[in-house]
DNA sequence: GGCTCATGTGGACGCTGTCAACATTTAGCC
DNA sequence: GGCTAAATGTTGACAGCGTCCACATGAGCC
């Protein structure tokens, strides 16, 4: 290091990297500026350039580390079942519709807890494909993790495969949106223990849309 | 008219209104820009400041009218079912689900059709206070819409008190969620057919969810 | 007709992203 | 070790943005 103090910086690419994650933290999407962040690393504007083509490219960093943020959130939830599991273990079924609401508690706390990145995230998220996910991303999709969990509800019996179809959609969009309504709509400012009762009243509901009634067969009416 | 054709304008701020809601459908919340608008009125930038005290004002004014669209889809949804109901009437139950059906797919429907205007609503919404909504606004509020056709399962018998609670976000985060995730989130590009598909089915799992089962009381297990 | 206030204009400042030209430092090669 | 080429950082410029200020113009009122 120390080699020639100034001008070769040396780790610019993640210097700037870093500087980028923490505006957007700080400051959300908007607050990723290019100058700006050339500034708080101490070199001069258009230097950035030299390492990433444009501004997007810096977003598309933001996003990547976002997305491993959302990917870790979740994965810490689950981790956590597991280890109570591990004393006390449960019915399979009480597992898997245990995992799902982890899964879907997970991606909340991360929304909740880095809304400038989450926020980027779902603007520069990439599109999913109709069913190929988690092919390219290194860090795993979240979509992959959430129809794993579904999938895992039809092997125990408890999601009725008919009822299956769709459900990662229904699930993704109930998730996403809580966290969107709390993050940056009109549900921002709920206290946190209303916004963990309404969570958890949202958990549940989905829970109970995709169980099996003990009463009837798959009731799919959907409309006259 | 022609009242001087050059200099004052007559009804500027209309103008700008205008050409602001226009601007954010052709190009989004980001497309609104006091000079551009300024421009395509034909007026010199800051004019436009004798009538907004900032771009943020432009916003309001924005949102107001993305808001007044956003009813008027779920008003024209449940006025069609409401005309088709007059030929053949149907049991207050299916009425009751159908309607909470018909919002959300109304709520879907303006999303899609104005993707502008619907993501810049969402960054300026107004907070949801805890219980007392559509108080302010007078053109009406989404959230009462949908509070009312819950309270009316619960009337019909339909939706157990029990879930009730929470019921009125759950199923504005799964709808807001399904048109955010296909307006600007990865499930844009979905297909017409396909989006309409997944709504389908969101809106019978949601149904789903509400719906007291023959089997037993209300269940609300949520963990442990 | 003259005064006042609302409305529109022109210029400026600082911010942004990005391009082009220039400087310097590092690395490769003889 | 010394020369050259590539990588990296700097400086300057341009256009666009929001916003503030000083000024010009027009409309309405007395």
Redo the contacts between chains.
């Keep these: 290091m120390t080699a020639s103090a100034r001008y070769h910086h040396g780790h610019l690419r993640e210097a700037l990297a870093d500087a980028a994650v923490e505006a957007v933290r700080e400051h959300g999407p908007d607050g990723l500026a290019v100058r700006d962040l050339a500034r708080r690393v101490g070199v001069s504007h258009n230097a950035a350039y030299r390492h990433f083509a444009d501004r997007d490219a810096l977003v598309d960093v933001v996003a990547e580390r976002a997305m491993a943020g959302l990917m870790g959130a979740m994965e810490r939830r689950l981790a956590a079942v597991e280890a109570a599991e591990a004393d006390d273990p449960v019915d399979p079924v009480h597992r898997a519709r245990?995992r799902l609401?982890e899964v879907g508690a997970g991606y909340v706390d991360f929304a909740v807890a880095e809304p400038g990145l989450f926020r980027l995230l779902?603007?520069a998220?990439?599109?999913?494909p109709d069913k190929d996910l988690g092919k390219g991303t290194e860090v795993g999709d979240p979509?992959t993790v959430l129809n794993l969990a579904l999938d895992d509800l039809v092997a125990v019996g408890y999601l009725d495969p008919v009822?299956r179809?769709?459900?990662e959609?229904?699930c993704?969009?109930?998730?996403?949106?809580?966290?969107?309504?709390n993050v940056?709509?009109?549900?921002?400012?709920l206290a946190a223990a209303d916004r963990e009762?309404?969570l958890?009243?949202?958990?549940?509901?989905?829970?109970?849309?995709?169980?099996t009634?003990?009463?009837?067969g798959p009731?799919?009416?959907?409309?006259?």
């Design positions: 245990r609401s779902f603007t998220y990439p599109e999913v979509f009822v179809e769709g459900a959609i229904t993704w969009s109930a998730v996403h949106g809580f966290a969107v309504l940056e709509g009109p549900l921002r400012g009762a309404a958890q009243a949202l958990l549940a509901h989905i829970d109970g849309a995709l169980g009634r003990p009463g009837g009731r799919r009416g959907r409309r006259g």
